[in-house]
């Protein structure tokens, strides 16, 4: 029975070997290669692009949009950016201000969307150390359906990493709508503490056109005006081999993460109008302002954030046209309890240029 049992076992490990080997690629073969280039310190200097789409999670108001980023190299010490964030409409991509246009109780008007950053990297410590690259091989004849049914080999090329390590600076403004009753009630307040100058609290309710009793539901308008400050480290590499059998390999990433402080002391809630639109003596909806009914009622005792912060990786290529793409997570300053933030952002086209237009000239 023994004999029987260790045959039975022998003859199973026979045939899963003997699968295994069938299963092996017959493409799967050393490969040889010529490099092309392998320069990281030969990147274009300027990069250009268009945000045809972002999509920001931001407890204050979730919007959408569309912008434009620019990044410049200047020489080996220092590098500067750019750019601006804006929504497409009020409909879907401005989600406080389309809520206030149907839902707000109160007189203020609600403010578009707006986000601008500029800054600079300075380049703390900028070197080069030997690396590796996992190419995919590619060949003309994959093209299609064969291409995307198919589990492509790679290889890894020796190559040359651009390291920096930097520390970044810069300044952040940006204004938006924001839903007043969700921060009051994340607060554990409500709109009694928003008193006119007599000390005359905000209504808790209001009478509707059907003539029943509503929450008065108020919006206002926050800005920003802030600094960063944190560090990145960013790898560039820019190599190119030819393979033998196969298309060129090329790996130009530049990638960046970092990682900043934020800092608002310019940090303004608008203060919220009202007006009365019934009879408190009927009491019914009169449909009309009331003479002298319309009051302003301060926001001061809403709590705000002065201090977050953030992560975030940005990856373009070094090419005369090409994408690129970000994201970041964190706490914004803002209103208390309403700061958490998540970005996502591409960038399509991207125009890189190395602003280098001379051209050697000689005499006849």
Not at 137 to 154: E, F, H, I, M, T
Not at 221 to 226: A, D, L, R, V, Y
Not at 288 to 314: E, H, N, Q, V, W
Request: charge should be positive.
């Amino acid at each position: 029975m023994n004999h029987r049992f260790l045959m039975i076992m022998a003859a199973c490990m026979t045939l899963s070997v003997s699968l295994f080997a069938q299963g092996e690629r017959k493409d799967k073969t050393a490969v040889t290669y010529e490099e092309i280039y392998d320069e990281p310190y030969s990147v274009n200097k300027l990069f250009v692009g268009l945000m045809p789409l972002y999509g920001e999670l931001f407890a204050t108001n979730v919007n959408a949009g569309f912008g434009a980023e620019a990044v410049y190299y200047h020489k080996d010490k220092m590098d500067f950016r750019v750019h601006f964030r804006k929504t497409y409409s009020q409909q879907f991509f401005d989600f406080a201000r389309d809520l206030s246009t149907k839902q707000s109780s109160v007189d203020n008007r609600a403010e578009v969307y707006n986000y601008y950053e500029f800054g600079a990297t300075y380049h703390i410590k900028d070197f080069e150390e030997s690396s590796k690259t996992k190419m995919f091989l590619y060949k003309k004849s994959y093209k299609g359906d064969k291409w995307a049914a198919r589990v492509p080999l790679s290889a890894d090329v020796p190559c040359k990493v651009r390291k920096i390590y930097g520390i970044r600076l810069g300044g952040i403004i940006w204004d938006s709508s924001t839903d007043l009753a969700r921060a009051l009630s994340a607060q554990k307040l409500n709109n009694n503490v928003l008193v006119t100058a007599e000390g005359k609290p905000l209504p808790l309710q209001e009478y509707n056109t059907a003539g029943k009793q509503v929450n008065v539901h108020p919006f206002t308008n926050i800005s920003s005006k802030g600094l960063y400050l944190g560090g990145s480290m960013s790898w560039i590499k820019n190599v190119a081999v030819n393979f033998d059998k196969f298309e060129e390999g090329v790996d130009d990433l530049m990638f960046t993460a970092y990682a900043d402080i934020l800092f608002a002391p310019s940090l303004t809630l608008d203060d919220i109008v009202y007006t009365d639109k019934y009879d408190a003596s009927t009491p019914q909806y009169i449909g009309t302002p009331i003479a002298g009914s319309t009051a302003t009622y301060s926001a001061d005792p809403l709590k705000t954030k002065k201090i977050g912060f953030r992560l975030g990786i940005d990856g373009h290529f070094n090419r005369q046209f090409g994408w690129s793409y970000g994201a970041e997570v964190g706490y914004r300053p803002s209103l208390q309890s309403r700061t958490f933030y998540a970005l996502l952002k591409i960038s399509f086209p991207v125009f890189g240029t190395n602003l280098d237009y001379k051209v050697e000239s000689f005499g006849k």
